[in-house]
């Protein structure tokens, strides 16, 4: 049976695709040098494209878990030599493989800097502003696991989504750890790790612009590129920002008959109560709302939610300005299994196998980290007849709900503010209320005079708390605060490294602020 790939690439010969597995067979097992493989490809083969590669890496290799890890791309590189033709179109700068193109040339860049800075006596303030920059970089690998690799999947490319993503995550792990050596000043451990950093990032990347990238160019048709613009935005670009240019052009038209029919039906409905506010009502059991409402409701939860049905298929998550981890409509209709490192797929599995067979209702994890608290439920879902219909995941940013102490019965704006009607307040409420104004008055922090390149984040956001929601006014990259990366950050962050991370100029972004307080 064909495979579902070689539907979608250009047509290829069986017997060529299976002398060139012959030949980096017989290379990997060192039963031909490199100067041999070239020239049975020559012979045997001819010129081969990099779909080729992945196609018999596919379909004709025995996958294992830590395969793109082992896989020595340069031996590849050699070995077919002047046969492989890489080359990649020329593509427009709003092109997402240009973006993820783009990435790579600073984290190469980024990467000189590591090399350059390891031959020096140790200076933590300059490791620290190079990290600061490098920890942007797993975004570039969120991104191709939430939108690359789920049409890659569609198309019956399943291996950057088995075996690549854990080379990604193994990479964002690698980073990370140098960060918490570089943060808890182990000095030698830091520097030793740089070179795990150097290695595993470098080959990765190879890897992406050999195959993975030149592959996907043959797989997937501009129209699909064109309808991931959407979901990269919301998942966001390391280094950079990119302006979404929509291409919808709007053209005018004469209503015809049918639509005039549709109007005056839908004037008619509208009469009788059957359509309003935005389309019809639903009957959701306890109510009646509209698929606008619905949506609306989805969006301002304070929870995420994603529902995978019976099928172990995506089906829904919510839209919320507050997600907790990256989503992109390329995971709606994408099984479950793959939307999760294979490292953590047994555990996935293992749930859905124990709530879909009734042997337990619901599955909970959570996160806990200094400043960060996430809470995770996994909730089977049963009809009226018992029978499994599907999973719904729900998943809450709890650090606040932690933190608070005591009870709060006075109406108190998020901003601290109280509401106007509070001075009509009587007895024990009126009382309460004076006590919560002087604990006030003593948590106060020292008042900020002139807002400089070094006031601190945090302090700002104790003395304005309305800035938190208002900052996005200056630039959206300021919804990040609402997210627990931003809680994290805004304990070290100051108006120099939000201007820095922003792109606004110093001077006008402490211009904005002012105003923003004023």
């Not at 993820?100 to 502003?129: F, G, H, S, T």
């Not at 002139?450 to 006031?455: A, F, G, K």
Request: with cysteine.
């Amino acid at each position: 049976m064909e495979h579902k790939m070689k539907g979608y690439l250009p047509s290829m010969d069986p017997e060529k695709l299976k002398a060139l597995f012959e030949i980096e067979n017989a290379f990997k097992a060192g039963q031909l040098s490199a100067d041999e493989a070239r020239q049975q490809i020559k012979e045997r083969v001819g010129k081969v494209s990099a779909y080729h590669v992945a196609y018999i890496e596919q379909t004709m290799t025995e996958e294992t878990s830590d395969e793109c890890i082992r896989e020595d791309v340069h031996a590849i590189i050699n070995m077919l030599g002047d046969q492989i033709d890489n080359t990649m179109p020329n593509l427009p700068a709003d092109h997402p493989i240009m973006h993820y193109l783009k990435e790579n040339e600073e984290m190469k860049r980024l990467l000189l800097a590591v090399e350059d800075l390891v031959q020096y006596p140790m200076i933590k303030n300059q490791w620290l502003e190079l990290y600061d920059k490098i920890s942007q970089y797993p975004l570039h690998y969120k991104r191709k696991q939430n939108q690359l690799y789920p049409v890659l999947e569609r198309k019956g490319f399943t291996r950057p989504t088995t075996t690549m993503w854990t080379f990604d995550d193994m990479v964002r792990d690698e980073i990370r750890e140098a960060e918490r050596l570089l943060r808890e000043d182990q000095e030698d451990a830091f520097i030793k790790q740089q070179e795990r950093v150097l290695l595993y990032a470098r080959d990765l990347m190879e890897k992406e612009e050999f195959i993975l990238y030149p592959t996907s160019m043959a797989l997937i048709n501009e129209e699909e590129f064109e309808d991931m613009k959407s979901g990269d935005q919301e998942i966001g670009f390391a280094f950079f920002e990119v302006e979404h240019k929509t291409t919808e052009t709007k053209t005018e038209s004469k209503p015809d008959e049918h639509e005039n029919f549709a109007n005056d039906l839908q004037a008619l409905l509208s009469k009788y109560g059957y359509s309003a506010g935005g389309g019809d009502k639903l009957d959701v059991t306890t109510g009646k709302l509209t698929l606008e409402q619905v949506n609306l409701i989805y969006k301002h939860l304070p929870i995420d939610i994603s529902f995978v049905d019976e099928n172990e298929l995506v089906c829904f998550y919510s839209d919320t300005d507050h997600r907790i981890f990256p989503r992109s409509k390329n995971v709606i209709g994408r099984e479950v299994m793959n939307c999760h490192p294979r490292k953590s797929a047994h555990i996935v599995r293992e749930v859905i196998d124990k709530l879909r067979s009734g042997e337990q209702d619901k599955a909970e994890f959570w996160i806990n980290k200094p400043g960060l608290f996430i809470y995770i439920i996994y909730v089977a879902l049963r009809d009226k007849d018992g029978k499994f219909r599907g999973v719904l995941e729900m998943m809450q940013d709890c650090t606040h709900i932690r933190a608070l102490e005591g009870s709060q019965t006075l109406l108190t704006w998020s901003n601290g503010d109280a509401p106007a009607t509070n001075e009509q307040a009587h007895g024990a409420e009126a009382e309460q209320a004076e006590e919560g104004e002087a604990e006030d008055e003593e948590t106060t922090v020292e008042p900020i005079t002139d807002i400089t390149s070094q006031t601190r984040l945090k302090d700002l956001l104790k003395q304005y708390p309305i800035l938190k929601s208002r900052l996005p006014e200056l630039d959206p990259k300021f919804k990040m605060l609402n997210t627990p990366l931003g809680k994290i950050m805004m304990g070290k962050a100051n108006v120099q490294t939000m201007s820095e991370r922003s792109g606004i100029p110093l001077d006008k972004l402490i211009e904005g602020i002012k105003k923003l307080i004023n």
